[in-house]
């Protein structure tokens, strides 16, 4: 997998999503597999596909990719920005104790 950065420059209307940059995960033939969409403080804000994302900007194309691709992320840093997606502000999940048991 290869993972590319595209700005405002590149995508019309990122701003108007409240978005600075995309990073899409892409395979070895250009098919967009995800994406994640950054605000300009660098956080991770918006991924596709998913199904509360409202927009999906790549909707799983195909692009040229150039001749040796460099990626602008590694896999573990595009899996964390797509983990941190949708969660608690401070990723903590604690079960209410049932009341009555030993």
Not at 71 to 89: D, I, K, N
Request: overall charge negative; proline content about 8%.
């Amino acid at each position: 997998m290869v993972y590319l950065r595209w700005n405002t420059d590149e995508i019309r209307g990122l701003e108007e999503l409240c978005l600075s940059y995309v990073v899409t995960e892409c395979s070895s033939d250009g098919s967009v597999q995800r994406e994640v969409g950054f605000t300009s403080s660098g956080e991770a804000v918006h991924r596709a596909p998913d199904p509360q994302a409202k927009s999906f900007l790549f909707d799983l194309q195909v692009i040229a990719l150039p001749e040796k691709p460099e990626s602008c992320m590694s896999a573990q840093e595009f899996a964390a920005a797509w983990r941190s997606v949708g969660l608690p502000p401070n990723n903590s999940f604690k079960p209410n104790p049932l009341r009555g048991s030993a």
